[in-house]
């Protein structure tokens, strides 16, 4: 089965683009095409999510930072920056550390794996939320008090999410991303034998990774603190992200 990415822009330095749990490649919809005027854009469906869906062996962060880097090799593509959101940030992280010759830069965005907390229950209500009225209130949970939750956004969400299997492959994987209430943590040593350019942003009032994360980083991460701001990073301030994605490609 081949991964799906949307792809954008023609020339420049490949930048790849990892969602969170439970989105999809159109959490980048207001990024990517700021990014596609300089550089050549994937953003991916991870596996076992819309049109990466269904997946064998979705429970597993390496599996999908397997199929991301074996989807890119298969392309010709060995050298890019990456991007990662929430989970899509630990898949980020975890690329790095297993292939680092291959990445360039990397902008990660309220990452998973920086720390055992996590907000297990919103997780897990994410997870099986399948309609409108169960899935706006966990984005809402998700975002900024200032930041609307579009209607568009919601029935998009709800239209992908009520495929056949869709919402049981996501609850089994919110399983496997938190034991008894908490999340895997990538050790702060590991973090720091990586030597590519790092940015790093979270907001202030996050709900479900807490800001508090961001302590005690390796001296090479360039870090951003956006007050008022929540989990979605790519949806509420995506100018923000377009920027340091881009800056940090130079």
Same mark, same amino acid.
């Given at each position: 089965m081949k991964l799906?990415?949307? =792809?954008?822009?023609?020339?420049?330095?490949?930048?790849? %683009?990892?969602?969170?749990?439970?989105?999809? #490649?159109?959490?980048w919809d207001a990024v990517v095409p700021q990014l596609a005027e300089r550089c050549r854009v994937l953003a991916?469906?991870?596996?076992? #999510?819309? /049109?990466?869906h269904p997946w064998p062996e979705t429970g597993k962060p390496k599996v999908a930072v397997d199929a991301v880097l074996a989807d890119l090799s298969n392309q010709g593509i060995e050298q890019f920056h990456v991007a990662g959101h929430s989970m899509g940030g630990a898949i980020?992280?975890?690329?790095? %550390?297993?292939?680092?010759? @291959?990445?360039?830069?990397m902008s990660?965005? +309220?990452?998973?794996?920086?720390?055992? *907390? $996590? /907000?297990?229950? !919103?997780l897990a209500r994410?997870?099986?939320?399948?309609?409108?009225?169960?899935? @706006? &209130?966990?984005? =809402?949970?998700?975002?900024?008090?200032?930041?609307?939750? *579009?209607? *568009?956004?919601?029935?998009? !969400? +709800?239209?992908?999410?009520?495929? =056949?299997?869709?919402?049981?492959?996501?609850? +089994? !994987?919110?399983?496997?991303?938190? @034991?008894?209430? @908490?999340q895997g943590a990538i050790p702060r040593e590991r973090?720091?034998? !990586?030597?590519? &350019? $790092?940015s790093l942003a979270w907001?202030?009032?996050d709900n479900v990774l807490p800001v508090a994360q961001t302590a005690a980083l390796p001296p090479q991460f360039a870090l951003h603190l956006l007050e008022g701001i929540g989990h979605m990073l790519p949806q509420e301030v995506p100018d923000f992200v377009a920027q340091l994605i881009a800056k940090t490609t130079r």
């Amino acid at each position: 089965m081949k991964l799906f990415a949307l =792809e954008a822009g023609t020339s420049g330095p490949t930048v790849v %683009l990892l969602h969170g749990f439970g989105g999809s #490649h159109s959490v980048w919809d207001a990024v990517v095409p700021q990014l596609a005027e300089r550089c050549r854009v994937l953003a991916y469906d991870l596996p076992g #999510h819309r /049109n990466s869906h269904p997946w064998p062996e979705t429970g597993k962060p390496k599996v999908a930072v397997d199929a991301v880097l074996a989807d890119l090799s298969n392309q010709g593509i060995e050298q890019f920056h990456v991007a990662g959101h929430s989970m899509g940030g630990a898949i980020a992280m975890l690329m790095a %550390l297993e292939a680092p010759q @291959r990445i360039s830069s990397m902008s990660l965005f +309220a990452p998973g794996g920086f720390g055992s *907390e $996590i /907000n297990a229950r !919103l997780l897990a209500r994410s997870a099986a939320a399948t309609t409108s009225s169960e899935l @706006r &209130p966990t984005l =809402e949970a998700m975002t900024g008090w200032s930041t609307p939750v *579009e209607d *568009e956004t919601v029935m998009a !969400l +709800a239209t992908w999410r009520a495929v =056949e299997g869709q919402s049981d492959a996501l609850v +089994a !994987l919110s399983r496997s991303i938190t @034991r008894d209430g @908490r999340q895997g943590a990538i050790p702060r040593e590991r973090m720091a034998e !990586l030597d590519m &350019p $790092i940015s790093l942003a979270w907001g202030t009032i996050d709900n479900v990774l807490p800001v508090a994360q961001t302590a005690a980083l390796p001296p090479q991460f360039a870090l951003h603190l956006l007050e008022g701001i929540g989990h979605m990073l790519p949806q509420e301030v995506p100018d923000f992200v377009a920027q340091l994605i881009a800056k940090t490609t130079r």
